[in-house]
């Protein structure tokens, strides 16, 4: 399955912002999805994910209370909802996905998923 993360801009601190995650070649929904966000000299780090079932979800402590991930089966799409942006959370945004062992699981590495979208820049002015 390929991926396409889109939905990047620049935007100014306490701004929001939604990102999706899109499927091409395969259905998202029978993927468990991650999110992670990678500044310039930087290594790419976990931000959220999202299981198969959607009933678990895990964060990053830097964004618990002000992201949120979700997904529409029906429209085959996951979706990084971000709210109160800062300057800090500005990086190249990627989603990722995998087949999981069980449905309710959730992956936060990057070598735990298999498939990448190509990323969105999000750009936090302050």
């Known amino acids: 399955v390929q991926l396409q993360a889109y939905g990047g801009g620049l935007v100014q601190a306490g701004d929001s912002l939604r990102l999706s995650c899109a499927a091409s070649g395969g259905t998202l929904s029978t993927h468990a999805v991650g999110w992670f966000r990678q500044a310039p000299g930087k290594d790419r780090n976990f931000v959220a994910a999202i299981s198969r079932s959607a009933d678990n979800t895990h964060y990053a402590d830097s964004v618990v209370g002000r992201f949120t991930v979700h997904r529409d089966n029906v429209k085959d799409t996951v979706y990084l909802q971000m709210y109160n942006l800062r300057p800090d959370d500005t990086a190249v945004y990627y989603c990722?996905?995998?087949?999981?062992?069980?449905?309710?699981?959730?992956?936060?590495?990057?070598?735990?998923?298999?498939?990448w979208g190509q990323g969105t820049q999000v750009t936090v002015s302050s």
């Open positions: 990722a996905a995998r087949a999981p062992w069980n449905v309710d699981y959730v992956y936060s590495t990057p070598r735990d998923y298999k498939n």
